[in-house]
Protein backbone atom coordinates (compact mmCIF):
# COMPACT_ATOMS: atom_id res chain seq x y z
CA UNK A 1 0.00 0.00 0.00
CA UNK A 2 2.54 2.36 1.09
CA UNK A 3 4.58 1.72 -2.37
CA UNK A 4 1.56 2.31 -4.62
CA UNK A 5 1.02 5.77 -2.81
CA UNK A 6 4.42 6.56 -3.23
CA UNK A 7 3.77 5.61 -6.99
CA UNK A 8 1.40 7.86 -7.10
CA UNK A 9 2.61 10.92 -5.29
CA UNK A 10 5.62 10.67 -7.69
CA UNK A 11 3.49 10.67 -10.78
CA UNK A 12 1.60 13.48 -9.89
CA UNK A 13 4.47 15.44 -8.69
CA UNK A 14 6.30 14.92 -11.55
CA UNK A 15 3.29 15.51 -13.82
CA UNK A 16 2.81 18.66 -12.20
CA UNK A 17 6.54 19.11 -12.97
CA UNK A 18 6.64 18.73 -16.20
CA UNK A 19 3.79 21.06 -17.53
CA UNK A 20 4.88 23.99 -18.99
CA UNK A 21 3.04 27.12 -19.20
CA UNK A 22 4.45 28.58 -22.18
CA UNK A 23 1.47 29.90 -24.27
CA UNK A 24 -1.16 32.33 -24.04
CA UNK A 25 -3.59 32.58 -20.91
CA UNK A 26 -6.95 34.11 -19.82
CA UNK A 27 -8.50 35.38 -17.01
CA UNK A 28 -11.70 34.01 -16.70
CA UNK A 29 -12.51 33.90 -12.56
CA UNK A 30 -10.95 35.99 -9.62
CA UNK A 31 -11.98 35.04 -6.33
CA UNK A 32 -15.21 33.34 -7.35
CA UNK A 33 -16.38 36.12 -9.97
CA UNK A 34 -16.30 35.65 -13.56
CA UNK A 35 -14.18 38.34 -15.08
CA UNK A 36 -16.09 39.93 -17.66
CA UNK A 37 -15.43 44.16 -18.24
CA UNK A 38 -11.96 43.52 -18.05
CA UNK A 39 -9.56 42.12 -20.33
CA UNK A 40 -6.98 39.92 -19.02
CA UNK A 41 -3.82 37.89 -21.04
CA UNK A 42 -0.80 36.60 -19.67
CA UNK A 43 1.92 35.38 -21.75
CA UNK A 44 4.41 32.59 -20.98
CA UNK A 45 7.51 31.75 -22.54
CA UNK A 46 11.26 31.09 -21.38
CA UNK A 47 10.64 31.12 -17.55
CA UNK A 48 9.43 34.55 -18.20
CA UNK A 49 5.79 36.16 -18.11
CA UNK A 50 4.10 39.64 -19.05
CA UNK A 51 0.22 40.34 -18.29
CA UNK A 52 -1.84 43.23 -19.92
CA UNK A 53 -4.93 44.19 -18.81
CA UNK A 54 -8.17 46.51 -20.76
CA UNK A 55 -11.64 47.45 -20.17
CA UNK A 56 -13.52 45.56 -23.12
CA UNK A 57 -15.77 47.85 -23.68
CA UNK A 58 -13.55 50.93 -24.24
CA UNK A 59 -10.27 49.24 -24.91
CA UNK A 60 -8.72 51.80 -22.00
CA UNK A 61 -5.42 50.07 -21.09
CA UNK A 62 -6.05 49.25 -17.14
CA UNK A 63 -2.43 47.30 -16.12
CA UNK A 64 0.54 45.32 -16.96
CA UNK A 65 3.07 43.31 -14.94
CA UNK A 66 5.43 40.53 -15.10
CA UNK A 67 8.85 38.78 -14.52
CA UNK A 68 10.83 35.93 -14.27
CA UNK A 69 8.84 32.89 -13.04
CA UNK A 70 9.10 29.27 -11.11
CA UNK A 71 7.41 26.28 -11.08
CA UNK A 72 8.16 23.37 -9.37
CA UNK A 73 6.42 20.12 -8.12
CA UNK A 74 3.14 22.72 -7.29
CA UNK A 75 5.23 25.62 -6.11
CA UNK A 76 4.90 28.14 -8.00
CA UNK A 77 6.43 31.98 -7.69
CA UNK A 78 6.51 35.15 -9.28
CA UNK A 79 9.05 37.44 -9.34
CA UNK A 80 7.93 41.45 -10.70
CA UNK A 81 10.18 43.50 -12.73
CA UNK A 82 7.52 45.58 -13.92
CA UNK A 83 4.08 46.79 -12.22
CA UNK A 84 1.45 49.49 -13.19
CA UNK A 85 -0.45 49.00 -10.04
CA UNK A 86 2.03 49.06 -7.29
CA UNK A 87 5.82 49.99 -8.32
CA UNK A 88 6.64 49.11 -5.04
CA UNK A 89 5.95 45.51 -5.74
CA UNK A 90 8.96 45.28 -8.25
CA UNK A 91 11.34 43.18 -6.72
CA UNK A 92 9.61 41.20 -4.83
CA UNK A 93 8.68 37.33 -5.65
CA UNK A 94 5.35 36.23 -3.98
CA UNK A 95 4.59 32.04 -4.03
CA UNK A 96 1.54 30.77 -5.18
CA UNK A 97 -0.58 27.84 -4.55
CA UNK A 98 -0.71 26.13 -8.17
CA UNK A 99 -3.30 23.73 -9.37
CA UNK A 100 -4.40 22.69 -12.69
CA UNK A 101 -7.70 21.51 -12.75
CA UNK A 102 -9.68 20.22 -16.54
CA UNK A 103 -6.51 22.09 -18.46
CA UNK A 104 -6.91 25.25 -16.16
CA UNK A 105 -4.42 27.15 -13.91
CA UNK A 106 -5.70 27.72 -10.36
CA UNK A 107 -3.16 30.23 -8.28
CA UNK A 108 -4.25 31.50 -5.24
CA UNK A 109 -2.14 33.15 -2.53
CA UNK A 110 -2.22 35.19 0.48
CA UNK A 111 -1.90 39.16 -0.48
CA UNK A 112 -1.98 42.36 1.54
CA UNK A 113 -5.64 42.81 0.38
CA UNK A 114 -6.55 39.19 1.61
CA UNK A 115 -6.77 35.99 -0.20
CA UNK A 116 -6.40 35.88 -3.83
CA UNK A 117 -7.96 33.16 -6.11
CA UNK A 118 -7.57 32.86 -10.01
CA UNK A 119 -8.77 31.09 -12.41
CA UNK A 120 -6.86 31.16 -15.70
CA UNK A 121 -7.52 29.52 -19.53
CA UNK A 122 -5.20 28.52 -21.80
CA UNK A 123 -5.97 30.49 -25.24
CA UNK A 124 -3.50 28.71 -27.62
CA UNK A 125 0.25 27.36 -27.15
CA UNK A 126 1.05 27.40 -30.92
CA UNK A 127 4.54 28.25 -31.89
CA UNK A 128 6.50 29.36 -34.65
CA UNK A 129 9.86 30.94 -35.34
CA UNK A 130 9.62 33.88 -33.34
CA UNK A 131 8.23 32.21 -30.44
CA UNK A 132 10.50 33.34 -27.24
CA UNK A 133 11.19 35.79 -24.86
CA UNK A 134 13.74 39.05 -26.18
CA UNK A 135 15.26 42.11 -25.49
CA UNK A 136 16.46 44.78 -27.69
CA UNK A 137 20.55 45.00 -28.25
CA UNK A 138 20.82 46.90 -31.36
CA UNK A 139 19.17 49.09 -33.90
CA UNK A 140 20.77 50.06 -37.78
CA UNK A 141 20.83 53.90 -38.60
CA UNK A 142 22.29 54.84 -42.04
CA UNK A 143 23.56 51.05 -42.50
CA UNK A 144 25.44 51.12 -39.18
CA UNK A 145 24.84 49.29 -36.37
CA UNK A 146 24.66 49.70 -33.11
CA UNK A 147 24.81 47.65 -30.32
CA UNK A 148 23.85 48.10 -26.94
CA UNK A 149 23.88 45.84 -23.07
CA UNK A 150 20.36 45.55 -21.60
CA UNK A 151 20.85 46.97 -18.40
CA UNK A 152 18.31 47.76 -15.27
CA UNK A 153 16.56 50.11 -18.19
CA UNK A 154 15.29 47.74 -21.07
CA UNK A 155 12.77 46.53 -23.67
CA UNK A 156 11.29 43.49 -23.60
CA UNK A 157 9.02 41.41 -26.14
CA UNK A 158 7.45 38.36 -25.50
CA UNK A 159 5.91 36.02 -28.27
CA UNK A 160 4.26 32.89 -27.56
CA UNK A 161 0.79 31.58 -28.04
CA UNK A 162 -0.11 33.62 -31.39
CA UNK A 163 0.00 36.70 -28.46
CA UNK A 164 2.77 39.48 -27.99
CA UNK A 165 3.26 42.08 -25.42
CA UNK A 166 6.43 44.25 -25.22
CA UNK A 167 7.50 46.54 -22.11
CA UNK A 168 9.89 49.02 -21.32
CA UNK A 169 11.05 49.75 -17.88
CA UNK A 170 13.88 50.47 -14.93
CA UNK A 171 13.98 47.23 -12.65
CA UNK A 172 15.96 49.38 -10.55
CA UNK A 173 14.68 53.02 -10.25
CA UNK A 174 11.14 50.83 -10.93
CA UNK A 175 10.01 53.61 -13.60
CA UNK A 176 7.34 52.00 -16.29
CA UNK A 177 7.96 53.73 -19.57
CA UNK A 178 5.02 52.02 -21.67
CA UNK A 179 3.60 48.36 -23.24
CA UNK A 180 1.55 46.83 -26.40
CA UNK A 181 0.37 43.96 -26.67
CA UNK A 182 -1.70 41.79 -28.72
CA UNK A 183 -2.07 39.17 -31.53
CA UNK A 184 0.76 38.43 -34.50
CA UNK A 185 1.38 36.37 -37.07
CA UNK A 186 5.17 35.47 -38.20
CA UNK A 187 4.79 33.41 -41.58
CA UNK A 188 7.26 33.46 -44.65
CA UNK A 189 9.91 36.36 -43.21
CA UNK A 190 6.80 38.66 -42.77
CA UNK A 191 5.75 39.13 -38.94
CA UNK A 192 2.35 41.25 -38.69
CA UNK A 193 0.53 42.57 -35.27
CA UNK A 194 -2.56 43.63 -34.22
CA UNK A 195 -3.03 45.94 -30.89
CA UNK A 196 -5.33 44.75 -28.77
CA UNK A 197 -3.95 47.31 -25.99
CA UNK A 198 -1.54 50.18 -25.77
CA UNK A 199 -0.93 51.83 -22.38
CA UNK A 200 0.06 55.07 -24.58
CA UNK A 201 -2.95 55.62 -26.72
CA UNK A 202 -6.08 53.88 -26.53
CA UNK A 203 -7.08 54.67 -30.07
CA UNK A 204 -4.29 52.76 -31.60
CA UNK A 205 -6.21 49.47 -30.61
CA UNK A 206 -7.01 47.53 -33.74
CA UNK A 207 -4.62 48.79 -35.75
CA UNK A 208 -2.82 46.13 -38.18
CA UNK A 209 1.17 46.82 -38.43
CA UNK A 210 3.37 44.89 -41.04
CA UNK A 211 7.08 44.09 -41.32
CA UNK A 212 10.12 41.76 -42.50
CA UNK A 213 11.70 39.86 -40.10
CA UNK A 214 15.12 37.21 -40.54
CA UNK A 215 16.43 35.33 -37.31
CA UNK A 216 20.30 35.41 -38.16
CA UNK A 217 22.60 33.46 -35.58
CA UNK A 218 19.65 33.31 -33.11
CA UNK A 219 18.70 37.05 -33.16
CA UNK A 220 15.76 38.49 -34.69
CA UNK A 221 16.21 41.28 -36.79
CA UNK A 222 12.63 43.19 -37.44
CA UNK A 223 13.08 45.92 -39.95
CA UNK A 224 9.92 48.64 -41.64
CA UNK A 225 8.25 51.10 -40.71
CA UNK A 226 6.81 52.24 -37.30
CA UNK A 227 3.08 53.20 -36.78
CA UNK A 228 4.69 57.29 -37.20
CA UNK A 229 5.59 55.96 -40.69
CA UNK A 230 9.64 56.33 -39.65
CA UNK A 231 11.96 53.41 -40.52
CA UNK A 232 13.20 51.13 -37.95
CA UNK A 233 15.69 47.96 -37.82
CA UNK A 234 15.86 46.39 -34.95
CA UNK A 235 17.53 43.63 -33.04
CA UNK A 236 16.31 41.34 -30.57
CA UNK A 237 18.27 38.96 -28.88
CA UNK A 238 16.79 36.13 -26.49
CA UNK A 239 15.85 37.61 -22.99
CA UNK A 240 18.58 34.66 -21.16
CA UNK A 241 21.12 35.63 -23.52
CA UNK A 242 20.72 39.53 -23.89
CA UNK A 243 20.01 40.18 -20.39
CA UNK A 244 22.77 38.52 -18.07
CA UNK A 245 20.76 40.65 -14.54
CA UNK A 246 22.84 41.52 -11.75
Known amino acids: ?67 PYSLDS ?5 TLDFFTLDPQQVGVSTPFQFDLVNGKMVISANTDNGMLVEIWEKISDSEDALTGNWVITGR ?38 GTGGGTYTAEDGKYVETITFFSRDDSRVGAELG ?9 WHHSGLSSKGDPIYE ?6 IGYKGK
Do not use: C
Not at 74 to 78: D, R, S, T, V
Not at 235 to 240: D, E, G, L, R, S
Open 235 to 240: IWTPYA
Open 211 to 219: FDFKVIDGE
Open 140 to 177: KRDEEISRSTPGARRTVKILSGGRFQWIAFNSETKEFS
Open 74 to 78: GKYIE
Open 1 to 67: MKTTLLLIFLFISGFISAQTLDGAWKLTHQNGEEVIDVEFIKIYQDDYFAFGAKQVSDNHFIAAGGG
